[in-house]
């Protein structure tokens, strides 16, 4: 079941495996942003980047924040209520129904987030990806072959 129409934040490499996550779910990307100049009015697969950021935090779209960089995803993060930030959960990650995923985040095709894993607003869990049990998450990406377990927590701090 299709739903409603959503913009994403960013154009690079990371939006794209965000754009692949949210259509794979049924989402429709109808609108990117991006600060640089020179990528308005390209088309990323399907999507045309239509703004700078400023436009994307403005949007009345649902949005999903695809900035790689720790910090700028954080700075950008607070500029919006949590109720406007959504997930993008591919639909061959393996997400226990008893994992918490924050506003915001991303679980990316394969990864694998089991029971008691709480995964905080803006988490990158990329492809591949395990956090077991106890596991705590805010802002900072984890990727392949990263494995987390029991009572472990990290936090991001900006570059």
């Known amino acids: 079941m299709a739903r409603d129409a959503c913009a994403v934040i960013g154009s690079g490499g990371h939006?794209?495996?965000?754009?692949?996550?949210?259509?794979?779910?049924?989402?429709?990307?109808?609108?990117?942003?991006?600060?640089?100049?020179?990528?308005?009015?390209?088309?990323?697969?399907?999507?045309?980047?239509?703004g700078d950021c400023e436009?994307?935090?403005?949007?009345?779209?649902?949005?999903?924040?695809?900035?790689?960089?720790?910090?700028?995803?954080?700075?950008?993060?607070?500029?919006?209520?949590?109720?406007?930030?959504?997930?993008?959960?591919?639909?061959?990650a393996l997400v226990d129904p008893a994992a918490r995923i924050g506003a915001g985040s991303l679980v990316a095709l394969g990864a694998i987030v089991q029971a008691g894993a709480s995964i905080g607003a803006h988490v990158i869990v990329n492809t591949g990806a395990i956090v077991e049990h106890d596991w705590w998450w805010r802002i900072s990406p984890m990727w392949p072959p990263a494995r987390f377990w029991a009572a472990a927590s990290m936090w991001a701090r900006a570059c």
């Open 55 to 92: 436009a994307g935090l403005n949007t009345p779209l649902p949005a999903h924040l695809a900035i790689g960089d720790n910090g700028v995803r954080r700075d950008l993060a607070a500029t919006k209520p949590p109720g406007g930030w959504m997930q993008a959960v591919h639909p061959s």
């Open 15 to 50: 939006a794209r495996v965000v754009i692949a996550a949210l259509r794979a779910s049924g989402a429709r990307v109808t609108a990117l942003y991006d600060e640089r100049p020179e990528r308005q009015g390209e088309t990323v697969d399907g999507a045309v980047v239509s």
